[in-house]
């Protein structure tokens, strides 16, 4: 049975950091592509960052690039999302996605990944 549980959201200032956790259970993880997609109240879930399963390949959305980096630790079964410089429009559920992948590709698309995450809230405020 695939699992996949965020953690590490929470309520932290605007320039501020935080790193996300995804623990995934149930499947063979280096076999898999994983990404990181947020959700906001009144707004579709979108795109954060990806990375394909070896790590090679880590597509991030403009919104966050030069911020946010996307990791992997397949030993450990864990993906990672480093955030800084966090800012309110940060605010949003995040979710943790999987996709089996045969080679080095990250979706940005996640109509394409199979199984997700309950989400983890970040909320960025003073």
């Known amino acids: 049975q695939v699992q996949l549980a965020e953690s590490g959201g929470g309520l932290v200032q605007p320039g501020g950091s935080l790193r996300l956790s995804c623990a995934a259970s149930?499947?063979?993880?280096?076999?898999?592509?994983l990404g990181w997609f947020r959700q906001a109240p009144g707004k579709e879930r979108e795109f954060v960052a990806a990375?394909?399963?070896?790590?090679?390949?880590?597509p991030h959305a403009d919104s966050v690039k030069g911020r946010f980096t996307i990791s992997r630790d397949n030993a450990k079964n864990t993906m990672y999302l480093q955030m800084n410089s966090l800012k309110p429009e940060d605010t949003a559920v995040y979710y943790c996605?999987?996709?089996?992948?045969?080679?080095?590709?990250?979706?940005?698309?996640?109509?394409?990944?199979?199984?997700w995450g309950q989400g983890t809230q970040v909320t960025v405020s003073s």
């Open positions: 996605a999987a996709r089996f992948s045969g080679g080095g590709y990250a979706s940005i698309w996640a109509s394409e990944y199979a199984f």
């Open positions: 149930g499947f063979t993880f280096s076999t898999y592509a």
């Open positions: 990375i394909s399963r070896g790590g090679g390949s880590t």
